[in-house]
Each structure stands twice: as C-alpha cells, then as structure tokens.
C-alpha cells in the first residue's frame, strides 16, 4: 500500500509543520469563535448557517452537520480530492521538505517510464489511425466526430503481429510488463493488440495506463484489454474518469455504464460525466472513489436480463458503502438498447429524462426483494422481511439505514426488531457521565501532551479500555505526538480510526483550565478502580482455591494500599 511508502516520522515531521487553520483558510475562509477555534460554511456539504469547526489546539476540524472530519491531510484528500500519497506530496511542497524515499518508492518512480512508453504507443496508433481508411470508415459508421475521437485519444492497431514489436524494439522488457506483447511457447513476442479500434485508459492524473481494443468488424473477443498490470487494476480503474474530471471538479453526478463506446457517444451528445468500468462488475472501490468527486451515482443497465441482474450485484456492493449524505439511483434502458445506441437514436433530452425518472435505491431495493416473496399473504412476508433485513443489516449504521428499516416495517405491515447496535446507539443522547476510563481516553485524544503530565507509566489494569489508553500514551510519548490531528495520523486506516475521530469530536464543557485536573483525577480513579478489581478476584480465588503465601502478602498490601 502507497501508505507504507512513505515514513510515519516523515508524516508526523509535516503535520508539525502544517498549521491547519492556514491550510483551510487559503480555501475556506474562516472566522475566529474563540482564541483557538475557528469555524465557516461547511465545504463538504450544502448549509446557511455555518457548522465547520476547525481547531488550532487539536489541528483538527470537524462538522457538526455532516459529520465531515480529520486533520490536516484529511482535509486535502477530501477538499482538493487528492488520494494519500498525493496530499502528503502537497503539505510537503507546501512546507518545503523533500519525502524520504524508502526502498521501494524507487520502484514507483520508474513507472513514469512505463506511463512515458504507453504515451508514446497511443500517439503510434493515433497515427495509423489517420491512416487506415477502414478504421476511419468504422469510427464514422458508429456515428463518432472526429474531435471526440482526438479528445478521447482513440487510435488504431493495423493488423500484424509485430507492429509494435518492431516500432518499440529496444523497450521489449516494457512492453511486456504493461501487457502490449503476448509471449509465445517458444520464448519470443507478439503484439497482443491487431486490428482493433484502441481506446487509451487513462488513471486520474491523466496517465495512460492500459487499452482496450474492440475488433473492426466480426471476430472474438469483441473487446481486448490489457491485462492487470503494475500500473493497471481494473478493479480500481474507470474508463472515462479523467475525461469527466476535466470538464468539472465538482460534478452532480455520475452516471456507470458498461462501455468504452457507450462513454463516448454519451459525451458526443453532451453528457461529459459517464464513465465505464473495464470488463468488470463494479467495485466498491470504485464506488467510494467517485463518492469523491459526487454525490450522486447512476448505475445504467441495457434492459434485458443480463442488464438485471447486473444491476442487482451493483446493488449488493452498493450497500455497504452508502453514507447518509449520497444516493445512488438505478437506470434502465429499453431490451436491445445501450445508452450508445439510445442516444443516438433518441437524443440527449430523452436519455437525461431517464435519468430524472432513474428509480432510487430503496425503490429498486424493494422492487428486487418482492419478486423474491409474495406479500399477500404471512409467510411471504416474514420471508420479505427475512430477506431484506439481512440486506439492511449490511448499511452503515446511519439515517438511512434507519429510514430503509423504517420503509420495510411500512411494506411488510409487520413490527421487525432495529439492529442491536441501533438500540445502543441511543443511550449515549441522554449524556451519561463518562465512566473514568472513557473520560480519560477522551481527554487524552484531544490533548495529547497530557501524557507528559502522568510522573510514572501506568501499570496494566485489568479495565476495559485500559490497553488502549496504555496504547495512546505510548505512541504519544514514542512519537512525540502534540496534536488530535497527529495522534489520529497514526490510525489511518485502522480500526481504531473512527472510535478516536468520534471521541476528538467530543464537546465535553470542561474549561481549558480544568482539563488537566480531570484527568489526572480519572487516572487516580483509575488506579483505585484496578485495585479494587484485583482485590476482588484474589477475594474470589481465596474463597475457592485459596491463595499462596505470596498472593496473601500482596492481597495484605493492596488492602493496607487503599486505606
Ligand atoms: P458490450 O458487449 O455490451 O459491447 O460490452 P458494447 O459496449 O455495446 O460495444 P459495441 O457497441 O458493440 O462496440 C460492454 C463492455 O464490456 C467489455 C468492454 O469493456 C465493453 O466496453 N467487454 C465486452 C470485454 O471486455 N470483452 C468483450 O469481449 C466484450
Ligand atoms: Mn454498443
């Protein structure tokens, strides 16, 4: 993972650098609340009244509306929508340091050759396609312009096995590597594209990273793509992302569908915000990394069985990837027809109807589990409410899981039990006092250098919890760590993530001037709390197995300790 690349110590060093209050006041203006808090019409979501709060203590920001968080390379992946490597590539410039390069960012560094190469290959068959009067024909025959054919780099690999064998010689090890030459039995290569329309895949930045190819005219496989290869991995690539990206950073939707061609035609006629997957299903990956650039995405299927069916495996990896602030929409097309052969044929108005009219995901949710059981009658609805909730279950914990539950209790007619961890969810609204550990571990987080403030380390206590909060003052002692913004840092993508954003977010009324206090009283708390629950197991073996000579002494101490 691109992560591991890059030092921790390396991170920690720019994060210290960065001051976040500078970071997101060059793209959101913002207006001081108190000497330390700083707060703006959040930039993650539509609101009048501002609910983004960004703190210079914690180097952390967070909405109350949204929910939106993170420190500051959070706030780069999700504002200038750069991916990890990338945003700490920008605090770095910004701080003027250069990223230490582990050993294997050297290999990283030579796929610029490889991206270099694959360009060259593309500009090699835009020019035969300027060239092969059938290739041209074809392109004309489906009704392409040429300007679209130039914008999307479309080209042309003449029939031959050797073409791009012979035009590349010396680049073979390359060629091979990205997937252009196939090798043969008997040790030597051939071109693996041959007659074929090529379409140039390219990654976010613009790289091209792979082809696809389609036959001219009869033959198999209609369609050829490169195999995955160190710079190509179909699951995480969409074919026309970068195009989409170029006419908009910020689009309102985006719509799926399944073609190179079907991509095309749609941007022809004016819908520049399709893209396609590359011979695949659709990932998860792929879901979350559109959710970046929209809010909206619009699966569209060809009309037939094979269109359904395609569309209920998007909707099952859709699920559990479907946030409270998104919506996915299902669209289908008539039997017979793509969207390249609809809005040809019917024009952009009809297709951006169908769009309007695209059945929401908790229609085609429910639509797709009723032809699995019959509701007229007891059984077929336990059955319904059986299937769906094994369904819902797989949702985020959120609104819309909550509103998806409450639609199913509506259609079923039947009182279903809410997830367990619904009901827990719950309680917290009442604000209980936090219990001690709770409350030190919150504290911790959002003031890390209270851990200078404990004179010996903690010992083990047999609390839960406590491993963490000897975990958190490690790492903070470890690394130095003064800020929510770095302690969180050094989570990413942990498990531990979320529960240390949620307890940052925490407004918990204690005055900065009491901070430390309440801490160092829930540690003593703490350490009394252990004793206790030490006495009492040692009470508990003494009245069962009795205790040796050396576990009576220390019980002995530990209760004379407590007086
Ligand atoms: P389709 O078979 O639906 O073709 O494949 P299409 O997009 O309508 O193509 P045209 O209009 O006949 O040119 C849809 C997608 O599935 C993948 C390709 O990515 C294609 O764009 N595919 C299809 C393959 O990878 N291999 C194939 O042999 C066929
Ligand atoms: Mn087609």
Redesign the pocket.
Known sequence: MATDRIPREFIQTLLNRTDIVDLIDGRVPLRKKSSNNYFACCPFHQEKSPSFSVSQNKQFYHCFGCGAHGNAIDFLIQYDRLSFPEAIEALAKEAGLAIPQKSQTAKTSSHEDLYALLEKIAKFYQNALRQSDPAIQYLKKRGLSGSIAKQFGMGYAAPGWDRILNAFMKEKAKLSTTGMLIKKDDGGFYDRFRDRIMFPIKNRRGHIIGF?G?ILNQGE?????SPETPIFQKGHELYGLYETLQTERELKRIIIV?????VIALFQHGITHAV?T??TATTAHHLTCLFRHTTEIIFCFDGDNAGRSAAERALHVTLPIMRDDVQVRFMFLPENE?P?SFIRKEGKKAFEERIDTAATLSQFFFQTIGTEADLSHIDGRARFVKLAKAHLDKLPEGIFQQMMFDELMKKARVDIKKPASEKIRAKPMKRRTPSNIRLAIMLLIQNPRLALQLDAPLAHADIPGFAFLLQLLTVIKEHHIETTGALIEQWRDQKEEKLIAKLAQIEHMIPETGIQNEFLGAITRLKSQSIKVTIDKLLAKAAIHGLSVEEKQYLNDLIQGQK
């Open positions: 696809g389609r496989p209609k369609y050829l793509n399944e073609g190179y061609m079907d396609a590359l011979g793509d390249d």
